[in-house]
């Protein structure tokens, strides 16, 4: 995470456990008296994609198992864009990520376009009070998102985020009104946690081949991922000590997939499978799983639904209560997901069901834009090894098709294959339809850099083999 990011997160320099409680007004939160609603914890991680023990992988997250095994489970969740501002931005205003104006990162200059669109303004028309502890990563200034409260913590470590927002929830101010409190941790972000774990017992993520690079880089993961569950238990510890944990959704997620080659800000599964569990009264108590095609956009409406809330107009996603509820197997055919700018221009858009992906680039590239990729021990091994001109899998339009049920992977583009060409024209048409009804920029051709907004040439630089995003 850039420094200058970082200094605009800064809130305060107060001890957050010491501080939190006494920075929240009781007085106005007592002349606002609803029908007593759920109240919502919302914990999000950096970069943490599906590698989490619930998903089965072998990573040291045992509070997020058992907050799994009381809640709900999604296994096929995506986001909306593997870029870190993208996606959260279009989870929070349930819209497209080029919809809500987010086309890159907010530390490089970009902003919501309309900030009133931001589901605290929905919650707060409602009735809740709004708090933000730690990271946010929509907009360069926090206290313009419009938060009842922002608790005051001296980074966006764990260490630094969580006690506040435990304090918070121990706090009388907790029992006021209905409350959302949005907790963003900075694990598992690179710079990594220093490894703990043995790495000669420790297997990289799919498709990254098994080196001795790739095992550390995965074991320093592995920290980052302990860290983020120590996290999240003191959180859940919390609201049991307050006996608020019958009457409050737990909504636990990550932006985009791992900060490894050909995952964080791609559009193969690896970059755009995401956690996310739900715990919570009625119908998000446990355990269930569910296997719904789903995108991060949906779960706006589906808060809307659950809480008993008029949704916006604007939203794009479907409510995936009747899923969850038993009233439906699906709410979605398709889902969609995109990139436009990360550290670099790279314009791509995907479509996924449940057996294929469309995935489509615009810029006429035939190798990767490596410096869209974090820096780390694994990629300076894939540059070493020639990683930037390696040849794409896209034929020369930009086009990929992918079978997921025999490719999981994604390595095997099937564009050309003459018994496939319905499916191709089927995902053509669901891409096109969808570019246009959500005015997709990239239909008026490239998309400029605006003023004041910072973008780096898509080819590598000596500093390419470090940068982090």
């Not at 086309?103 to 708090?131: C, I, K």
């Not at 119908?283 to 956009?297: C, N, R, T, W, Y």
């Not at 809480?307 to 939203?315: E, K, N, R, T, V």
């Amino acid at each position: 995470m850039p420094k200058d990011f970082t200094r605009r997160e800064l809130v305060g320099v107060a001890a957050a456990a010491a501080a939190a409680p006494s920075l929240f007004d009781a007085a106005r939160a007592s002349a606002i008296q609803p029908s007593r609603r759920t109240n919502i914890v919302y914990i999000h991680s950096h970069d943490s994609g599906r590698y989490l023990s619930p998903y089965g992988y072998a990573v040291p997250t045992p509070r997020l198992l058992g907050l799994a095994r009381e809640g709900v489970l999604f296994r096929q969740m995506h986001c909306a864009s593997p870029s870190c501002s993208a996606s959260r931005a279009a989870m929070l205003t349930g819209q497209s990520s080029h919809s809500s104006g987010m086309l890159g990162l907010t530390h490089r200059g970009w902003d919501l376009a309309h900030p009133e669109r931001h589901l605290v303004h929905t919650l707060g028309r409602a009735g809740y009070a709004t708090m933000l502890a730690g990271l946010q990563h929509v907009a360069r200034d926090a206290a313009s998102i419009g938060y009842s409260q922002i608790l005051p913590h001296q980074s966006n470590m764990v260490r630094d985020v969580a006690p506040g927002a435990a304090a918070f929830l121990r706090s009388p101010a907790a029992k006021a009104q209905p409350f959302f409190l949005d907790i963003g941790f900075e694990e598992t972000h690179r710079p990594l946690h220093p490894a703990v774990d043995d790495p000669a017992f420790i297997l990289p993520p799919a498709p990254i081949p098994d080196t001795p690079e790739s095992r550390r880089d995965m074991a320093e993961y592995h920290a980052s991922a302990r860290a983020l569950d120590k996290g999240v238990g003191l959180i859940l510890d919390a609201l049991q000590a307050a006996g608020l944990a019958d009457n409050t959704l737990v909504i636990s997620t990550t932006d985009h997939g791992l900060p490894f080659p050909t995952m964080k800000g791609e559009l193969r599964d690896g970059g755009t499978g995401v956690s996310m569990i739900m715990r919570g009264p009625g119908a998000f108590a446990g355990p269930k799983v569910s296997d719904a095609l789903l995108s991060q956009i949906d779960l706006f409406p589906t808060l809307c639904e659950y809480l008993g809330i008029a949704p916006p107009d604007w939203l794009e996603g479907q409510s995936y209560l009747p899923v969850v509820d038993g009233r439906k197997a699906e709410v979605n055919e398709a889902i969609f997901t995109e990139l436009t700018f990360h550290a670099a221009y790279e314009p791509k858009r995907a479509v996924r069901t449940q057996r294929y992906k469309y995935i489509r680039r615009f810029d006429g590239r035939r190798t990767p834009v490596v410096v869209n990729c974090d820096g780390g021990l694994t990629k300076a091994q894939w540059l070493k090894r020639g990683w930037a001109g390696y040849p794409l899998v896209a034929d020369e339009a930009g086009e990929e098709l992918f079978d997921l049920h025999f490719d999981p992977t994604e390595q095997r583009n099937l564009v050309a294959l003459p018994e496939l060409a319905p499916v191709l024209e089927d995902m053509r048409s669901r891409l096109s339809e969808w570019m246009r009804r959500t005015q997709d920029p990239l239909l008026d051709g490239p998309v400029a850099v605006p003023p004041g907004v910072r973008s780096d040439p898509p080819d590598p630089r000596p500093a390419g083999a470090t940068r982090r995003e």
